[in-house]
């Protein structure tokens, strides 16, 4: 009786794993902020390294005409793109929470009005590829000299802010050796209660969440929770 329960409830789980798995988010590239902590985490987690460390430039202009000062911009723009290329580990992009790719086509809707007279500023995010040796200094060291060697034109700077994010590519795509190891615990706690107790999971519907773990590495889990309880409970 409980190994045909228990049988029944770990395919159910399989099963779950399997339609949940939406394909577009394989390649979606998300944010993690040194703010989302571990509280409320369940057991069960994958750490992975993180795809990259990115920080967020603003580069500014205040040259006094408009046309020329948007030009000045839109000259470094390309200087960033193209210093980019030349770069093994180092690749641009735009947004918040997920991220797109900074390209020529983008700029006249990234070019905005600075809080200062007669000033422009674009906000770009930089993005340095971590490696499984890497270290924190190393990333942010990739990043500085990548904006040191970025011609600036005209009365262009390129700023950089003091904080730094990590990001991950597709998160979804560790949803199904999520949900086996929280097979693989949900039949060592039954076994481990014995042949009275069933055990079912609450919570696999959610989608993949993470947090950082350390400088260069995530903690990706599902926030299930673990139910035991005897077989003929209602």
Wanted: charged residues 25%.
């Amino acid at each position: 009786m409980k190994t045909n329960s228990l049988s029944r409830t770990l395919a159910a789980l399989l099963l779950f794993s399997t339609a949940a798995s939406p394909a577009f988010a394989q390649t979606e590239e998300v944010v993690v902020t040194a703010q989302r902590r571990d509280e409320g985490a369940p057991s069960i987690t994958i750490i992975k390294r993180a795809d990259h460390l990115i920080t967020e430039v603003k580069v500014t202009c205040d040259t006094r005409e408009l046309s020329q000062r948007r030009e000045e911009l839109r000259s470094t723009l390309r200087n960033m793109i193209a210093e980019a290329k030349r770069s093994q580990t180092i690749s641009l992009g735009l947004g918040e929470a997920v991220l797109g790719e900074l390209s020529e086509s983008n700029f006249d809707d990234i070019i905005v009005p600075d809080a200062r007279a007669d000033t422009s500023q674009a906000n770009v995010i930089i993005k340095t590829t971590i490696s499984p040796q890497d270290t924190f200094n190393a990333a942010t060291a990739r990043i500085k000299e990548f904006v040191a060697k970025t011609v600036k034109v005209g009365r262009t700077e390129v700023l950089l802010e003091r904080r730094y994010d990590l990001t991950i590519i597709g998160p979804e795509q560790y949803r199904d050796e999520l949900i086996s190891r929280i097979v693989g615990q949900s039949k060592h706690t039954a076994e481990l209660f014995g042949s009275g107790y069933g055990v079912s999971v609450d919570g696999l519907e959610h989608t993949v969440e993470w947090y950082q773990k350390d400088p260069l590495d995530l903690a990706l889990y599902i926030p299930y929770t673990l139910h035991v309880a005897p077989l003929n409970s209602h």
